[in-house]
C-alpha cells in the first residue's frame, strides 16, 4: 500500500512515516504544496494524507488539481476545527478529514478504512488463531467450544475480528458499536472489554485479546512471551 | 489606506478638545453666555423705556409752559401785547436757566430770542420735539413749537420752547454707559456663581470617584455607599455595584478555574516528568522501557482530555451555538445512552427507569454527550437504593425537561450551587481515576447553554435531581418520534432491547 504525505511540519511528517513505514506502508513525503502537487498528479498512491495549510499551494488547491485527473483517497488534515474546513474539503472531493491535533491510531484506522473500502468482500466466516465467528449464524467457538454472548458483547468482538492485529481505540469502539460519537469519559468500553476477555480468553488459557496500554485494544494470535 | 487613517483623527481632535473642559467650567461659561444675552436683551429695552418716558416728561414740561405764553397771545387784547409777551418770555428766562424762548412773526414786533427766524423754519409743525443746535452751534436745545393763527390784535405768530437737551442726553449716555459697564461685570459675577454652584453640585460625582476608587485599592468584596449619595446618583452608583458583582464572581470563578486547571495539568505532568527521571537514570531494558512509555501515554491521554473538555467549554463560553439541529425524542436518545452504558449498569447492580417523551431540537452528538455525562454522574454518585430514574415532559410548549435522580447523601446548598462549576467535586478528595475530572456536568451545563437551555439541581427525600432543559420540538412529522404515551412504561436497562449498531464496513 503506498502512501503519499503532505505535511509542512517536519515533527508530524517525520513520525507519520516512520510509524506507518513499521506498519508496512509505502510512504513518500512531500514538504510544501508544489512538491505535494506533483507526487499527487503524477504518480499512483492508494490513498493520501494531505494537510490544509501549507507553503506554495494549500491543501484545497491541490485536492482541486488531483480530481481533476483522478479519484486517489484523501483525508485532510484540518488544523481549525470550524466546520467550514470540513465542509468544503469534502465538497471538494476529500473522503475524509482529521482535526489537528489527532492520534496516530485514529489516522491509522482511517487510512485503512479508506483503502479497504475500494475491495469490500464480505466475510462470512472470521478466524483469529483458533477462535471462530460465524457472521451469519452469530455464533462464536472456540477450540470447538460454543461461546455464548450477548449482541453488544458480539459486535465488539466482530469488529475486533474484522480489524484483527489493529489497534482499535476506546473512542473508535464507542463510535462504532453503540454509535457513541464523542469523548465519553466513562468506563464502558473497559467494561465490555473485561467481559468479552471472560468469555472469550479466561476459559482458553492463551490470551487473544490485549491491551495496548493509553492506545486501545487488539485481538490477535501472539506468540507466547 | 488613506480613507481608514483620516477619520480617526478628525473624531479624536474634538473629543480630545471637549474632554479638556471640565464640567464646572463648562457650566460657568454657558451660564455667563446667558447672562450676558439676557442683560442685553434687558438693558436695551430699559433704554428704549427710559428713553420714551424722559421724552414724554420734558414734552409735559414744555407744554406747560407754553400754556401761559400761550393763553397770553391768544387772550390778550392789549395793545402792547408784544412788548408784554417779550416780558413774559424774558421773565422766565431768567427764572430756569435751562428753558429758553422765541417768537417769530412777520410783524418785527412779535419777534423774540436769538436765531428765532431758523428755529421757525426747524421746528417740527407737528409738534414733536426736535433736538437742535443754537445760533452759535455750541449748546443743543429739544425745541417744541406752537403755531398760533393771526387775531383781530396780531399777526399770526410761531411760539417755541427750547430745553437744554444736554440733561437728558447726558442721561441717557450714563445710563448705557452704566449698562455696558455692569452687563460684563454681572456677567463675570454670574460665571464665577455658576462655577460655584457646579462646583458644590458635582460634589456628589466627586464623593462616587473617591469611592471608586477607595474599591479599586483593595480589590475585595467591597462596593460604593450608597446612603452618602444623592437620589439622582443611586441608580448609576447601584448599576456599578451589580457590574462589581459580577465583575467579582467571574474573577473569583477565573481565579478558582486557574488555580484548578494548574493543579489538574501539574499532576499528570509531574508524574510523567518523576517516571521518566527515574527510568533514564539507569540503564534499562527495553520491557521497563515500554512499562514508562505506556504509563506516559495513559497521562498524555488524560492531559489531552482535560484540554479537549476545557477547550468545548471555553467555546461554549465564546458563544458558539448548536447547529445542524434535528428534532428527536429524549426517550430514545436516553434510551442509547442507558444502552451504551448497559454493562456498567448491570456491573454496579443498577437500573435505570425512563417516564414520559419529548422532542427537542437538538444537535444529536452534543444532546448524546451530555446525557452521557448526567447518566455517569448519576451512576457515580448513587449511594443507597439502586435505582436511577429519569423523567422526560414539557415544561410548556416551548421547553422540555429531563430530570435524572439518583439517590445520594444529602448535598449541602453551598455544594448543590456549584454543581455545574468545572473541576468541581463534591467530595473534596480529588480521586485520580482517568474517568472523572470533574468537567462532566460543567459540559452539560454548556451543552444547555448552546441550545439556548438551562440546567437545575435539587434535592429532595435522599434522590438529587439534575434536570436539564432544552427548546422543545414543534409538533414534528409524523414517525420522528416515538410518542409520548408508548414509551411510559417503564424500560429497564438490563433487557438489551435496541436494535444493533453494526460496525462499519
Known amino acids: 500500500m503506498k502512501v503519499l504525505i503532505i505535511e509542512d511540519e517536519r515533527k508530524i511528517a517525520d513520525y507519520l512515516c516512520q510509524g506507518l513505514t513499521e506498519q508496512g506502508w509505502t510512504v513518500d513525503v512531500a514538504h510544501d504544496g508544489i512538491d505535494g502537487q506533483h507526487l499527487a498528479v503524477h504518480y499512483d498512491f492508494d490513498v493520501i494524507v494531505l494537510d490544509v495549510m501549507l507553503p506554495g499551494l494549500n491543501g484545497f488547491d491541490i ?74 449464524r452469530r455464533k462464536v467457538t472456540r477450540a470447538g467450544q460454543r461461546i455464548d454472548l450477548t449482541a453488544k458483547e458480539f459486535a465488539l468482538l466482530e469488529l475486533l475480528a474484522r480489524r484483527q492485529g489493529e489497534i482499535l481505540s476506546k473512542t473508535a469502539i464507542a463510535e462504532l458499536v453503540w454509535d457513541m460519537n464523542f469523548d465519553s469519559n466513562t468506563n464502558v468500553v473497559e467494561v465490555a472489554v473485561k467481559r468479552l476477555r471472560a468469555k472469550v480468553d479466561l476459559p482458553f488459557g492463551t490470551p487473544l485479546l490485549h491491551t495496548i496500554r493509553g492506545m486501545g485494544y487488539t485481538l490477535e494470535e501472539r506468540d507466547a512471551s | 489606506m488613506p480613507a481608514d487613517g483620516e477619520p480617526a483623527p478628525t473624531r479624536s481632535a474634538p473629543d480630545k478638545a471637549s474632554r479638556s473642559w471640565s464640567i464646572s467650567a463648562r457650566l460657568a461659561l454657558m451660564f455667563a453666555v446667558t447672562a450676558v444675552a439676557i442683560f442685553t436683551l434687558m438693558g436695551a429695552a430699559l433704554y428704549r423705556v427710559l428713553d420714551r418716558e424722559l421724552d414724554h416728561y420734558q414734552r409735559e414740561q414744555m407744554q406747560g409752559r407754553l400754556a401761559d405764553l400761550r393763553y397770553l397771545l391768544e387772550h390778550g387784547r392789549s395793545p402792547q401785547l408784544a412788548s408784554r409777551a417779550a416780558a413774559k418770555m424774558e421773565d422766565m428766562e431768567r427764572g430756569d436757566p435751562h428753558t429758553r424762548y422765541w417768537l417769530w412773526s412777520d410783524d418785527p414786533r412779535y419777534r423774540y430770542g436769538d436765531g428765532a427766524e431758523r428755529l421757525a423754519r426747524e421746528v417740527d409743525p407737528d409738534g414733536r420735539i426736535r433736538v437742535v443746535p443754537d445760533a452759535a452751534g455750541q449748546e443743543s436745545f429739544a425745541v417744541l413749537g406752537a403755531q398760533l393763527p393771526a387775531n383781530d390784535v396780531r399777526p399770526a405768530v410761531q411760539l417755541m420752547i427750547g430745553m437744554d437737551a444736554g440733561a437728558i442726553a447726558g442721561t441717557l449716555l450714563n445710563f448705557r454707559t452704566a449698562l455696558m459697564a455692569l452687563t460684563p461685570a454681572a456677567a463675570l459675577l454670574v460665571a464665577a456663581l455658576g462655577y460655584w454652584i457646579a462646583v458644590i453640585g458635582l460634589k456628589p460625582l466627586k464623593q462616587l470617584s473617591a469611592e471608586a476608587q477607595r474599591i479599586g485599592r483593595n480589590r475585595g468584596g467591597e462596593r460604593l455607599r450608597l446612603p452618602v449619595l444623592p437620589a439622582e446618583l443611586l441608580n448609576l452608583a447601584a448599576s456599578f455595584n451589580a457590574a462589581l458583582d459580577r465583575l467579582n464572581t467571574a474573577y473569583q470563578q477565573l481565579e478558582t478555574f486557574n488555580a484548578d486547571v494548574a493543579h489538574e495539568l501539574r499532576t499528570p505532568v509531574a508524574n510523567m516528568i518523576g517516571q521518566t527521571q527515574v527510568v533514564l537514570s539507569r540503564s534499562r531494558g527495553v520491557a521497563e522501557l515500554r512499562e514508562v512509555l505506556q504509563s506516559n501515554l495513559e497521562e498524555l491521554e488524560r492531559l489531552r482530555g482535560i484540554v479537549a473538555d476545557m477547550l468545548f467549554l471555553a467555546r461554549a463560553e465564546q458563544g458558539e451555538r448548536a447547529h445542524d439541529l434535528v428534532a428527536v425524542s429524549l426517550a430514545g436518545e436516553m434510551g442509547k445512552i442507558i444502552d451504551f452504558f448497559d454493562m456498567v449498569l448491570d456491573d454496579a447492580g443498577m437500573r435505570v427507569q425512563v417516564h414520559g417523551d419529548a422532542q427537542v431540537r437538538v444537535q444529536t452528538p452534543l444532546l448524546r454527550r451530555a446525557l452521557s455525562n448526567l447518566l455517569q454522574n448519576a451512576i457515580q454518585h448513587s449511594l443507597g437504593s439502586k435505582l436511577i430514574s429519569v423523567r422526560i415532559g414539557l415544561r410548556d410548549g416551548m421547553t422540555a425537561e429531563l430530570a435524572i435522580s439518583n439517590a445520594s447523601d444529602p448535598i449541602s446548598p453551598e455544594q448543590l450551587r456549584h454543581l455545574f462549576d468545572r473541576f468541581y467535586r463534591v467530595d473534596d478528595a480529588r480521586h485520580n481515576s482517568g474517568e472523572s475530572h470533574g468537567l462532566g456536568l460543567a459540559i452539560v451545563k454548556a451543552i444547555a447553554a448552546m441550545h439556548a437551555g438551562d440546567v437545575l439541581v435539587s434535592q429532595a427525600n435522599g434522590l438529587v435531581t439534575i434536570a436539564i432543559r432544552l427548546p422543545a420540538a414543534m409538533a414534528g412529522p409524523p414517525g420522528s418520534g416515538p410518542a409520548p404515551s408508548g414509551l411510559s412504561a417503564p424500560r429497564e436497562a438490563s433487557r438489551d432491547n435496541l436494535p444493533l449498531a453494526s460496525p462499519r464496513p
Do not use: C, H
Open chain 1, 63 to 136: 485536492l482541486r488539481s488531483l480530481r481533476a485527473v483522478k479519484g486517489t483517497p484523501v483525508i485532510m488534515l484540518t488544523a481549525r476545527d470550524g466546520v467550514e474546513d470540513r465542509v468544503r474539503g469534502l465538497r471538494e472531493g476529500a473522503d475524509d478529514y482529521l482535526v489537528k491535533p489527532f492520534s496516530f491510531i485514529e489516522l491509522q484506522a482511517r487510512l485503512q478504512a479508506l483503502t479497504r473500502r475500494g475491495r469490500a468482500q464480505e466475510q462470512t466466516l472470521l478466524r483469529v488463531g483458533d477462535l471462530a465467528i460465524d457472521l451469519i
